[in-house]
């Protein structure tokens, strides 16, 4: 079924190490964005990439790296985790400038211990 | 983008109308009415949206006071199913960041 695909679903990560989420997308949207939600918080925008080959920093992009590997596909790169972004990530991709499109992945479930 | 004002938590009972209040008195004349929901730590979900006409799918209704200055999202015939956080955000049509805010909490009860 045609939608984002995010991985993995849950990671426990020790502090200092780093790690990679992965985000797809197969319905040949332009824009990619990373959010995080915090326990009882509403999302987050953490980066976000406009169209293939750009990316742009969100409300809260310290502590991450992001990479636009394709169309397709829409790292985050987490250098040296901390237990401050233990939280819940989403993928979202969106084809259009309006603010409905947008398709959500389910989640990608970080601890950091 | 305009900020948004929206309840913590509401309580509706089940096949009743859910009314969902969102204030934005600072919307400026390009900017859209969106609503997102999410349902228990699922990705959120789009709903409707619109400018200044009341629209309605087959999802929600969505009124938009003639001064743009709030609107409400209602769910006709509310189930279990409809419990979430509901987002209303407002953002111009031009491209660029969705945020969210707080969010309204919906329970339905049966």
């Known amino acids: 079924n045609a939608g984002v695909t995010q991985t993995p679903k849950f990671q426990v990560l020790k502090t200092g190490q780093s790690m990679t989420l992965q985000c797809a997308q197969d319905m040949n949207h332009n824009s990619m964005y990373w959010y995080r939600q915090d326990p009882g918080m509403g999302l987050r925008l953490i980066y976000y990439?406009?169209?293939?080959?750009?990316?742009d920093k969100g409300e809260v992009p310290n502590g991450y790296n992001v990479s636009r590997l394709n169309k397709r596909e829409f790292s985050l790169r987490l250098e040296s985790a901390a237990p401050s972004q233990t939280s819940v990530y989403f993928c979202?991709?969106?084809?259009?400038?309006?603010?409905?499109?947008?398709?959500f992945g389910s989640g990608t479930r970080l601890t950091v211990v | 983008d305009a900020k948004t004002t929206q309840p913590p938590s509401m309580d509706c009972a089940e096949g009743r109308a859910a009314n969902l209040p969102c204030n934005h008195s600072t919307i400026s004349g390009n900017e859209y009415v969106y609503w997102y929901r999410q349902i228990h730590s699922q990705g959120p979900q789009y709903i409707i949206h619109?400018?200044?006409n009341n629209e309605t799918n087959e999802m929600a209704s969505l009124i938009i006071t003639e001064d743009r200055k709030s609107s409400t999202l209602i769910l006709p015939h509310a189930t279990l199913r409809d419990t979430a956080v509901y987002y209303c955000i407002v953002r111009g049509n031009q491209g660029g960041k969705l945020i969210f805010g707080q969010g309204t909490e919906l329970s339905v009860k049966p």
């Open positions: 990439s406009a169209s293939e080959g750009t990316t």
């Open positions: 619109g400018l200044k």
């Open positions: 979202a991709s969106t084809g259009t400038i309006d603010g409905w499109g947008y398709t």
